[in-house]
């Protein structure tokens, strides 16, 4: 993306951000809440309109949001089964090696209303990535996980980057930013590259 600029009414939130995601990298974006993350990956997944600049995009894109968009009284099949046709796929391997390796393949059946915060979390991700996206972002994409599963997400991305896929991780906190290739943080309306922290120390809301 080049140049992206977008403004509320008397409040501007991008200001001309610019941003590279090649092929095989990890890379994130920490900001405080309100600084605009969620704003640009709406934009940059086509939800919401920019006012200037560009965006593009090479190959398929899986996009995680914050607020997860699911429906309570479908079971976790479902959902596996809807997008399957969204994305016209042949069958669902993939989507059930996610569901192993989030560890969560025994709610297959199981309707969403009755899900924890977590376990909605990894059908979330299951969701954005069982189509074997070349772009991945991701908003928040830990939220509600236990630290296990917060090294199993890692392990995940890490190996999506290994691969040669383009994952974005967007957070409120810089921690553990030693596991990205490169981290930028989102204020004023722009991207400045940050410093990465050891992986295990804990850095406030930035």
Request: charged residues 25%; neutral net charge.
């Amino acid at each position: 993306m080049r140049e992206v600029c977008k403004s509320y009414p008397r409040r501007p939130v991008l200001r001309g951000v610019s941003l590279d995601l090649p092929a095989g990298s990890l890379v994130g974006i920490v900001g405080e809440n309100g600084a605009g993350k969620s704003t640009l990956l709406r934009i940059l997944v086509g939800e919401l309109a920019l006012d200037s600049g560009t965006v593009e995009f090479r190959g398929r894109v899986g996009y995680c949001p914050q607020n997860v968009v699911l429906h309570e009284a479908f079971t976790v099949d479902q959902h596996l089964r809807y997008l399957q046709v969204a994305y016209g796929l042949d069958n669902l391997d993939r989507a059930v090696e996610l569901l192993e390796t989030l560890r969560f393949a025994d709610y297959r059946h199981a309707r969403l209303g009755t899900l924890s915060g977590g376990t909605r979390q990894k059908l979330n991700l299951t969701l954005a990535l069982m189509h074997e996206p070349q772009v991945l972002l991701l908003d928040e994409p830990y939220q509600g996980f236990d630290w296990e599963m917060y090294l199993r997400f890692w392990e995940l991305a890490e190996s999506l980057r290994d691969r040669g896929r383009s994952v974005l991780v967007v957070s409120h906190l810089a921690y553990d930013t030693e596991r990205l290739d490169r981290v930028f943080r989102l204020e004023a309306g722009q991207l400045r590259e940050a410093d990465r922290v050891r992986v295990g120390a804990v850095g406030g809301g930035v």
